[in-house]
């Protein structure tokens, strides 16, 4: 509570200070002036009244004199903006020698009712002034006037009505008061450090938040370059090297993706004009209606290919108003674009304009979706550069954080306002208000060129042909099955381009649809971007890792983002190799083919029927797991000769394709082949340590027909279950 009230005081001594055009440290030296004059003035006023009810008239005219010295500075004080340190200098080097009179009048040091201590008072309140000259000249003043004072003791005579006892209370009196000033002086430096503790650590702050804003526009820069460099340098090496058949895929692939880079760098420099306030606005009066429908008709085969319903709902169909087409195109473009981008299939994305009030000097464009919304944490910085919504995982929605940004100084750059409503549940309302004038000249509409933020549609995956069916799986294919998961598909086309010799190829646009496909195939092998729509790769890396179905498929992460904490958190989700954009081919390959080669590992581990030796490896603990529930169902069912595969599958809750394609690639062996060995060693276990004829064996092993168990065993074991026996 105490610290509260002082803390109030405090600042309310600030705001009396503070005047235009001074500095911080102008400011503490008036704050603290003014605290050591308002004590100093409280004590005397105190002094003086006490003087007064004392019949001692000296005492009242020297409270009377320092009062006439105190009050008028306090009182300007707080006006003066420079020269404060020598305006009070003067004051307080009068203050002595006034002081110094006074004790002669009363009769030296010993009889002046304590008046020496007004000087120490002035050496505290000198500190204040930060000038070591200062504090020196009034120091050596004092200490002068004090010796002056006692060499001239012999010669001074109290006075009469100075009894020792009125002497004593007023030594004791100023002697507390000066107390009390100097803890006020204590307290006030105090509060200065602790601001200045506070100042530091703000400041701290501000410089980490500015690298921390530094390290994120570098990252977000990197990140959208990572990409369109990979398919470029990708496709240049695929037509250097197969001219006659990527010259012309690759070379438009290379062409669309360095369109990308450019309106990248494009809108980059924009944002950096408009700071500048060196972009240009060309006003023309023109229809904003004819040019909103047309702006709406571009993205129609967008909205097509994404079965999105498009809408453009006019209040009227003219309106004639001054604008820039341009900076116009640019800013529905990029909000369209983004309302198509991240909507879902089967919904509704409205654009509606009209004038904004019956004056119609304001018109409003609303560019509306009913998709997943935007979280009320987001709201506040969507339009900050770079900003971009965080899904659960920790990881970012596509997009460079610059359209949103740049659409917003657009529109201030046109005198208009932008602003957002959007919920998870309701969707998102871009509404966009400009100022309506009729004084530029009058222009016709020409035909518009193609919005830049429509290349968008070139980053929407279309469904791919399913390469694949798992139940046409071949039971003893020598290509491995690869999943790829990546939602640019100029990426896939390069990366189906280099790897399908290799591997069955099977495809997913985003984390969604790859989960879906894992558990449908149970590929060998997953390679998958980490930032993705409706499931990023890490989220989905999660999922694939903790589903006994999938635990065991290697997975290996492509990232545009490779800084050190995104590697780290996709190993912690369980990802066994990370490659960033671009990437080199060789690399990708041999990464695909080790991580293959050390899953085979695993099948020294489970061929055998031996008990599973006990491991630290999670991953391995995973898959120790799926083995041991399946060797007890198995278990659970050995004298079943009809015990099968179909049986085992219902009991361990997958499809037969995917316990066959898990099983195989743990064991190396099919599920039949496995359940087979599995009895035969449990038949081995009972002729060894029980007493059990081997008819008795056979049948507690799941053999009804005795020779057949004969002919197995003596295949695997190298003799007849009758010698094992004996």
Same mark, same amino acid.
């Given at each position: 509570?105490?610290?509260?009230? $002082? ?5 309310? @001594? ?40 004392? !019949? ?28 404060? !340190? ?71 005579? &109290? ?31 105090? $509060?200065?450090? =602790? ?18 804003? =530094? ?12 990409? /369109? ?10 037509? #250097? ?96 674009? +983004? ?36 979280? &009320? ?14 899904? !659960? ?31 998870? *549940? ?28 429509? %290349? ?53 646009? +985003? ?16 390679? $998958? ?18 589903? *006994?179905?999938? %635990? ?29 954009? /671009? ?19 695993? #099948? ?28 007890? @169902? ?60 081997? $008819? ?31």
């Amino acid at each position: 509570m105490k610290n509260r009230y $002082s803390a109030r005081f405090f600042k309310g @001594i600030d705001k009396m200070m503070f005047s235009p055009g001074i500095d911080d440290s102008t400011l503490s030296l008036k704050k603290n002036v003014w605290l050591g004059g308002l004590g100093g003035t409280i004590a005397i006023s105190g002094m003086t009244l006490l003087g007064y009810f004392m !019949d001692l008239p000296i005492i009242v005219n020297y409270g009377f004199a320092l009062l006439f010295l105190n009050i008028p500075a306090l009182i300007v004080l707080p006006f003066l903006k420079k020269n404060i !340190d020598l305006i009070f200098f003067c004051i307080q080097f009068i203050l002595i020698w006034v002081t110094f009179y006074f004790m002669i009048k009363m009769g030296g040091l010993l009889t002046s009712a304590g008046l020496l201590f007004t000087g120490i008072s002035i050496m505290f309140m000198s500190t204040s002034y930060q000038n070591n000259r200062l504090t020196i000249i009034l120091f050596a003043t004092y200490i002068t006037t004090l010796i002056a004072t006692a060499m001239l003791q012999p010669k001074l005579s &109290p006075l009469p009505q100075m009894t020792p006892a009125k002497n004593l209370l007023f030594f004791t009196v100023n002697f507390s008061w000066q107390a009390g000033y100097t803890l006020l002086l204590i307290l006030n430096n105090i $509060s200065q450090k =602790k601001k200045l503790a506070e100042a530091k650590q703000a400041e701290a702050k501000r410089l980490k938040e500015l690298d921390d804003v =530094k390290t994120k526009l570098f990252t977000n820069i990197t990140h959208e370059f990572r990409t /369109p460099l990979t398919i470029i340098l990708g496709m240049a090496r695929l037509i #250097r090297e197969k001219p006659e058949e990527w010259i012309e895929a690759g070379t438009e692939k290379i062409r669309n993706n360095g369109k990308d880079l450019l309106n990248l760098v494009n809108q980059m420099l924009d944002l950096a004009k408009l700071e500048t306030g060196a972009m240009p606005l060309h006003i023309y009066q023109q229809d904003i209606i004819l040019q909103l429908r047309y702006l709406t008709d571009s993205f129609s085969s967008l909205a097509i290919s994404r079965n999105i319903q498009l809408l453009f709902k006019p209040e009227t169909d003219h309106f004639l108003m001054d604008y820039d087409a341009d900076k116009l195109m640019h800013i529905v473009s990029n909000l369209l674009s +983004n309302a198509l981008k991240f909507n879902k299939e089967g919904n509704i994305v409205g654009v509606f304009s009209g004038p904004a009030d019956k004056s119609e000097r304001k018109f409003m464009i609303t560019v509306a979706d009913n998709g997943p919304g935007i979280s &009320p944490e987001h709201l506040p910085h969507i339009f900050d550069r770079f900003y971009r919504i965080e899904g !659960d995982s920790g990881q970012y929605e596509n997009g460079s954080g610059l359209g949103l940004a740049l659409t917003r100084e657009l529109v201030n750059l046109m005198d208009g306002n932008i602003c957002v409503k959007s919920s998870p *549940e309701d969707g998102t309302i871009f509404t966009i208000v400009l100022p309506v004038s009729n004084e530029a000249p009058l222009k016709e509409m020409a035909r518009l060129s193609e919005p830049k933020e429509q %290349s968008v549609a070139q980053n929407h995956h279309t469904a791919r042909s399913q390469n694949i069916a798992p139940e046409a799986i071949p039971e003893e294919s020598e290509r491995q099955i690869l999943l790829i998961v990546e939602d640019s598909p100029d990426l896939v086309d390069y990366l189906e381009a280099v790897l399908k010799e290799d591997y069955l190829l099977e495809f997913a646009s +985003n984390g969604k649809e790859g989960l879906q496909k894992a558990f449908e195939f149970i590929p060998d092998i997953i390679l $998958s971007d980490v930032m993705m729509p409706e499931m990023d790769g890490i989220t989905m890396l999660e999922k694939i890792k903790t589903d *006994e179905r999938t %635990s065991h498929i290697p997975v290996i992460m492509l990232t545009a983002k490779a800084d050190i904490a995104s590697k780290l958190q996709g190993f912690e989700r369980g990802a066994d190799a990370y490659l960033a954009k /671009p990437f080199n081919e060789e690399e990708l390959k041999i990464r695909l083919k080790k991580l293959i080669e050390l899953r085979k590992l695993l #099948r020294q581990r489970y061929a055998s029927m031996e008990a599973l030796p006990k491991s630290d490896d999670q991953a391995i603990k995973t898959e120790d797991a799926f083995m041991s529930k399946i060797r007890s @169902i198995m278990e659970a069912h050995l004298d079943n000769e009809q015990f099968g595969i179909t049986e085992l599958c219902r009991e361990a809750g997958m499809s037969r394709a995917q316990l066959y394609r898990k099983f195989k690639t743990l064991t190396d062996k099919t599920v039949n082949e496995y359940l087979i060995l599995f009895r035969l060693f449990k038949a081995n276990e009972l002729l060894s340590n029980t007493d059990l004829n081997v $008819s008795e064996v056979a049948w507690e092993v799941g053999f009804k027909n005795l020779s057949h168990f004969s002919r197995v065993y003596s295949e695997r074991f190298g003799h007849s279950p009758g010698t094992r026996r004996k």
